[in-house]
């Protein structure tokens, strides 16, 4: 369910409408991800079983896959003047986590609190609109931000064999793919 929520259905959504972007030129693909992608140890491996199943590592790995997938799929997209970035929004006052109990959701927002960078919803979707809309990132693909400004993603992030097994695995759980 957390592969399919945070990554799959992105990967469905946007291979479906690849086609239809490419005739919209210049195009921009804006995947969300978060800081969370740090402590993602690499594709999901055990997304059959409950066996072992750890909510915060699973989602670390599914917002590792949005970043894996967005450098992919700016590889494949290279002379297409589509370009294709990856975002975290910050901390985000929400009810997000709420449905891991109270506990871990507390301790999500006292952890921005004490950052002092706990974000209303439009602060948090700035980056996201900006990246979307300004003419200061036409052109900029392959990259992930933060803050309206291009930041370095974990180290797993750029590992061209992690890329290409998230895309591999996509593949093979949805069926969809395209030629490069």
Do not use: C
């Amino acid at each position: 369910m957390t592969l399919a929520t945070n990554h799959l259905g992105h990967y469905v959504l946007t291979l479906s409408l690849i086609d239809r972007m490419s005739g919209s030129e210049p195009v921009r693909i804006v995947n969300v991800s978060s800081g969370a992608h740090f402590a993602g140890a690499g594709v999901i491996e055990n997304i059959q079983s409950a066996k072992g199943f750890d909510g915060r590592k699973q989602y670390a790995n599914s917002k590792l896959a949005n970043v894996l997938f967005t450098y992919a799929l700016a590889d494949r997209m290279r002379g297409k003047r589509i370009t294709v970035n990856a975002v975290d929004p910050g901390g985000v006052a929400t009810n997000f986590a709420r449905n891991n109990g109270l506990m871990p959701w507390l301790k999500h927002r006292l952890y921005y609190l004490k950052k002092r960078q706990l974000l209303t919803p439009a602060q948090g979707a700035e980056t996201i609109v900006y990246l979307a809309s300004s003419g200061d990132v036409e052109g900029i693909t392959g990259k992930y931000f933060s803050d309206k400004e291009e930041k370095k993603s974990s180290v797993a992030s750029y590992d061209k064999a992690i890329q290409e097994k998230l895309w591999a695995s996509s593949v093979e759980l949805s069926g969809m793919d395209f030629s490069k």
